[in-house]
């Protein structure tokens, strides 16, 4: 674990966003300056993971139903953190607004619980429409032509019964949101239609939003989607795979010389944080192993949670990673993967 970088983002946004919210606070905006230091809060007594580049755990083109179904935080608030470089262009326009370079990205996390949160009226709309409850997620982005952190206008809420009837007729908001994404030549979830509810919250911020589109809320609202599709892709591929019988973490912590100078410049904390290591037992993806058999799949990839029925008695095999690409195991940048025991 000694070659994991940490990115400290969740720090470094902490201190941006305070300068953020202070900022519109003098322009009158103390909606989204209260918006954005209860996000503040959160971020300080959340969870932390470091995920690889992009949050690449496992292909994303068969991203799904079997994804979902093992979305549930490890904690009740949960940071997931990822450096965003790829080697495409940025798409200069998506729903018609400009859009701008952003290397880092965080996944702010919460369930929704019985109890009034960091958003008590949004939380308590959610638990009435939805009483089996759901996960919360709010993009927080690095601009790197500004070289700050922002907050989205809005989260996105995606309830526990996620499904969506095949003939139900999607919102205007969603509709929008796929439209935008296609016109700018990708694609929302791969095309898998699950329940994602966008909610404003930062009200300076969303009304803004609403006057770029000229008035029209839904536009406003598919922007809430089309800001946070990365960080909901994010949150959906670790609960995934955090909840795979072969995947632990493992804690990093930074060093004390770095925590004596981010004191020095009286700069926020630095946080420890949990790296995915995935340890498949013996077995465990022998006939799905890289590049043995006919079947096999060229990428990482999900398998299913399943009942394996014996002679004797019916188990249940837990959702595992299979195909991790080395058979002796490699260490890459901000996640492990350790070899079988055995070889």
Known sequence: MD???????????IDSLQQFAANVESRGDTGSAAATRRLVELLRKGEKFLLPNCAEIVDTASLGEAHLELLR??????????????????TPYVNGMPQMRSSRRIALCWELGDRPGPFPDEEARMREAYPEGGTFVAS??????FGAWHPAAGMVFVPRDFRIAPDAPALPGS????????????????????????????????AEAVARFN???????SQI???????????????????????KTVDVRPSPTAMAMR?????????????LQLAPDAGSDDKHGAGRGTHASPRTHLRRGHIRRLPDRTLWISATLVNRGSANGAVSKDYQILPRQGG
């Open 263 to 275: 004191a020095a410049k009286k700069k926020a904390p630095l946080f420890s944080y949990k790296v």
């Open 3 to 13: 070659n994991v970088k940490l990115y400290n983002y969740a720090a470094d946004a």
């Open 175 to 206: 509709v929008q949101a796929e439209l935008a994404m296609s016109e700018a030549g990708q694609d929302m979830a791969h095309g898998y239609r699950f329940h994602a509810e966008p909610i404003p919250i930062a009200e300076g911020l969303f």
């Open 225 to 247: 989607l089309v800001d946070t599709r990365d960080e909901l892709q994010m949150m959906v591929q670790a609960c995934a795979v955090l909840n795979c019988a072969n995947v």
């Open 140 to 145: 927080i982005y690095y601009i790197d032509h």
């Open 73 to 90: 935080l490890p904690y009740p608030v949960t940071v997931f953190e990822a450096q965003w470089e790829k080697d495409d262009p940025v």
């Open 215 to 221: 008035g029209d809320r839904a536009t406003a609202l």
